[in-house]
C-alpha cells in the first residue's frame, strides 16, 4: 500500500465566493480514494479541475451548516449521478444535515442513483466518524455560533520495518517465507521451527494524521484535534487587527491558529477559510504573522496541492 496522502485546496475563502477565492474545501487521497472537507457553493467545479474524480469519492465531512460550507453538497450530489452504478457515498456533519439533503432533494426532484448515508453529531456518540480500510476519520465539537465540528483524518497504523538479518539468523530462507511474515503470519522453517512475525519486524509505526479546523474560537476540541498532526488545515479569518470581530463572531485569527497549531506540535500549517476583505496584497500579512508564531505556515490558495509520506 501506497504511504502517501494528496492534499488538495479547492477553495481557500469564507463567507462568500469571490471572484478569485473559492469557499474553503479540502481534499485527501489516500490509495486511490478521495476525503472531502467541506462543501461550499460551487466546490464541485475545482474538484473536476482538479481531477479527483467522482468515483473515487467515499466521504464528505460537513463542518457546520452555514451556508459557504454546505451549499455545494447538492451540485456535488447531482455531480456523482452522472455515471453509472456510483458506490455509496457517507456525508458526516451536525443533526439537520440529514434534513437539509432530504429537503433539497425532495424540492428540486434531484435524480440520486446511490446510497447517501448520513451520520450525524450528537453527544456521547463517541469520537470516531468514520472507518474504512485506509483511514480512521475522528470528530470534536468546536466553539462557533451554531453547532460547528471540527474532524482529524488518520491513516491506519502499519507494520514495523522487516529485518532480513534478523530472519536469516532464524533460519528464514529468502523468499516467500519473507512475505508471509511481514503480512502477519507465522511460517515453519526447514528445521520445522515456527518464526513468527514479531520475531522479524520492528515496532508499528503510525500513519499520516491530518486536522481541519474551521469557524471556532480557540476551544479544547481545536486542541485535541491539532494535537501532533502532520498537516492541519486552519481557518485565519482575521489579522490581529480585527480580532474583537473574531471574539464576536467566533472565529480565529490568523495569530491564534498559529500559536494553537504551533503548541499542539502540528508539522505544518495551511490557513484557509481567509476573509473576503483580504485582497492579494494583504496576504503577505497574513503569512508573516502566521510566521511568527508557527515556523511552518502557509497561507492557502486555491489550487494548491502537495503530497506527503506517512512519518518514520
Not at 448515508?117 to 475522528?138: I, R, T
Request: some cysteine; hydrophobic content about 40%.
Amino acid at each position: 500500500p501506497s504511504l502517501n496522502m494528496d492534499c488538495f485546496v479547492l477553495g481557500s475563502g469564507g463567507m462568500m465566493h469571490m471572484p478569485r477565492r473559492r469557499l474553503t474545501s479540502v481534499a485527501l487521497r489516500h490509495e486511490g480514494e478521495v476525503y472531502l472537507f467541506d462543501c461550499g457553493e460551487g466546490t464541485q467545479v475545482p474538484y473536476k479541475e482538479l481531477h479527483l474524480g467522482q468515483r473515487a469519492l467515499r466521504l464528505v465531512a460537513i463542518t457546520h451548516l452555514h451556508a459557504d460550507h454546505v451549499l455545494g453538497l447538492p451540485g456535488m450530489l447531482m455531480l456523482r449521478s452522472q455515471m453509472p452504478d456510483p458506490a455509496p457515498l457517507t456525508l458526516l456533519g451536525p443533526p439537520g444535515l440529514e434534513t437539509f439533503i432530504t429537503n433539497v432533494r425532495r424540492d428540486l426532484a434531484m435524480y440520486i442513483n446511490y446510497e447517501i448515508k448520513v451520520v450525524a453529531w450528537e453527544p456521547g456518540k463517541g469520537e470516531v466518524a468514520y472507518e474504512d480500510e485506509h483511514v480512521q476519520v475522528s470528530w470534536r465539537k468546536l466553539n462557533h455560533s451554531v453547532l460547528c465540528l471540527g474532524y482529524r483524518l488518520e491513516q491506519h497504523q502499519r507494520p514495523g520495518r522487516f529485518d532480513p538479518d534478523v530472519a536469516l539468523d532464524l533460519g528464514v530462507p529468502r523468499g516467500p517465507l519473507w512475505g508471509q511474515l511481514q503480512q502477519g503470519k507465522e511460517v515453519e522453517v526447514p528445521d520445522g521451527t515456527v518464526v513468527r512475525p514479531e520475531q522479524v519486524m520492528g515496532p508499528s509505526r503510525r500513519g499520516l494524521r491530518v486536522a481541519f479546523v474551521t469557524d471556532t474560537a480557540p476551544c479544547p476540541g481545536m486542541e485535541v484535534l491539532l494535537q501532533g498532526a502532520d498537516v492541519a488545515f486552519v481557518e485565519g479569518m482575521f489579522l490581529s487587527e480585527h480580532a474583537e470581530e473574531g471574539v464576536q463572531k467566533k472565529h480565529l485569527t490568523v495569530e491564534q491558529a498559529a500559536a494553537m497549531a504551533h503548541q499542539a506540535g502540528v508539522g505544518e500549517m495551511v490557513l484557509v477559510h481567509l476573509s473576503p476583505r483580504y485582497v492579494e496584497k494583504d496576504l503577505k500579512r497574513v503569512a508573516e504573522e502566521a510566521g511568527r508564531h508557527h515556523p511552518n505556515a502557509v497561507v492557502g490558495t486555491d489550487g494548491l496541492t502537495f503530497t506527503r509520506g506517512a512519518p518514520e
